[in-house]
């Protein structure tokens, strides 16, 4: 007989941004989640909210997500907000009670769950000290990126890094996103052992990211963002490491030398750390600025349509960990053009074009050449969409689950 494993996985990240302003980490968490849960493959999961230094969040706001999804998963810990505290809010009280170690949020323990589980997973924050009472629990902890300790002046999460990192380096295992990622964290960690270190790549909802060619739709969608007929887009938060202010510049250059009119550039994103530099260059494209068009953030249900009917795609990011706007608009069928750095030559392969991210040069000659060749882009396309097959929730889903095992053997 087949013994079931039991994995408690921590839904703090979900139950964060759930409904709010639901984030590149929250997809990820949320599909992984949902995919383990319903494959029943002799697993049985629990959920736990050990929060972080500065989380929010509480067991209603998982509960509420649960049953939004129609899930029924039991908890292995509560944790629940502190409901009479006076003056929290006063800096001299909250110094106070920092002092004598009072919490804002109380967090009790399924003792009996905790200590008969088998894996915790938490997919994003370090794993709570409260955990090493079990030593019974294999555990481990997703790494997406080492982007803050490795540009720590595009970044300013250093401290949750380094904790989530310490997680690993105290007996406890990583899934890394990229091979990138899992290199990045040996070089920078080398006491951890690589045979603790796994990766699964990560993938695109095919319900939110697929070929949106339906015109009503789309002049729906031009119509709310006031986006033109014919675009190149680029999709990220507005921040120095995505190098948007290099595609403005390549793209206002292309422009200029070929005189085209009917073309413009659509960037798509919130406004992240230090945007300053994009919106100066911005502010340099003068008569070129009606071409230049921020829509800030879009909700997903528009977003195939934006990524389906655009010219081409650009992310010409410094670094990434994984890197899913290249993804998701390979899976629209999007022509796609993007840096040749860190993890993006894993995600794209040869199905797009990879450019070093400060050849300018460059960049115009292939945003002329897509613009200019129907045939060319077509090709593109079709690479696109194939290459994008190759990754699904299913395949990390079923990755995850030989990980799992694999662990259970050390």
């Not at 383990?36 to 929060?51: A, E, H, I, M």
């Not at 319900?207 to 789309?218: N, Q």
């Not at 887009?233 to 206002?252: A, C, G, M, Q, Y």
Request: proline content about 4%.
């Amino acid at each position: 007989i087949q013994m079931s494993i039991k994995i408690i996985f921590d839904a703090t990240i979900i139950g964060e941004h759930y409904q709010k302003n639901e984030t590149g980490i929250f997809r990820v968490a949320n599909e992984l989640f949902q995919k383990l849960v319903r494959d029943k493959n002799n697993l049985k999961f629990f959920y736990s909210v050990f929060g972080y230094s500065t989380s929010k969040c509480t067991n209603s706001d998982i509960e509420n997500y649960l049953s939004n999804n129609q899930l029924i998963v039991e908890n292995a810990n509560t944790r629940n907000r502190v409901k009479f505290l006076p003056f929290r809010k006063e800096k001299f009280f909250k110094k106070i009670y920092s002092k004598l170690g009072v919490k804002d949020y109380v967090i009790n323990s399924n003792a009996n769950i905790l200590s008969n589980s088998d894996i915790y997973h938490s997919p994003y924050f370090p794993i709570s000290k409260e955990l090493e009472r079990f030593p019974n629990l294999k555990r481990i902890i997703t790494i997406h990126d080492l982007i803050p300790i490795l540009f720590p002046q595009y970044n300013s999460d250093t401290n949750l890094l380094n904790d989530v990192v310490n997680s690993v380096k105290n007996s406890g295992f990583a899934i890394c996103v990229s091979e990138n990622t899992k290199r990045d964290l040996l070089k920078y960690a080398p006491s951890i052992s690589p045979d603790r270190v796994f990766v699964s790549l990560l993938a695109a909802s095919p319900d939110l990211f697929y070929v949106c060619k339906d015109e009503a739709k789309f002049a729906e969608v031009r119509k709310k963002y006031n986006i033109p007929q014919n675009y190149f887009l680029s999709l990220s938060t507005l921040e120095p490491r995505k190098n948007i202010d290099h595609v403005i510049r390549s793209f206002s250059q292309m422009i200029s030398e070929k005189k085209i009119d009917d073309l413009s550039l659509v960037l798509v994103g919130n406004k992240g750390w230090d945007f300053d530099k994009i919106f100066a260059e911005y502010e340099n494209a003068q008569d070129l600025k009606d071409k230049i068009i921020i829509t800030g953030r879009i909700p997903d249900e528009d977003l195939a349509s934006i990524y389906s009917n655009a010219n081409s795609f650009y992310y010409m990011s410094f670094y990434e960990g994984f890197g899913l706007p290249p993804l998701e608009a390979m899976q629209c069928g999007t022509a796609t053009v993007v840096s040749n750095t860190s993890s993006l030559p894993e995600v794209v392969d040869d199905a797009g074009i990879l450019l070093d991210p400060r050849d300018q040069e460059k960049l115009v000659e292939t945003m002329w050449t897509i613009y200019n060749d129907e045939k060319y882009r077509n090709e593109l396309s079709t690479k696109a969409l194939e290459r994008s097959k190759e990754f699904s929730w299913e395949k990390t889903a079923a990755q995850h689950i030989e990980i799992y095992k694999k662990i259970l053997q050390f």
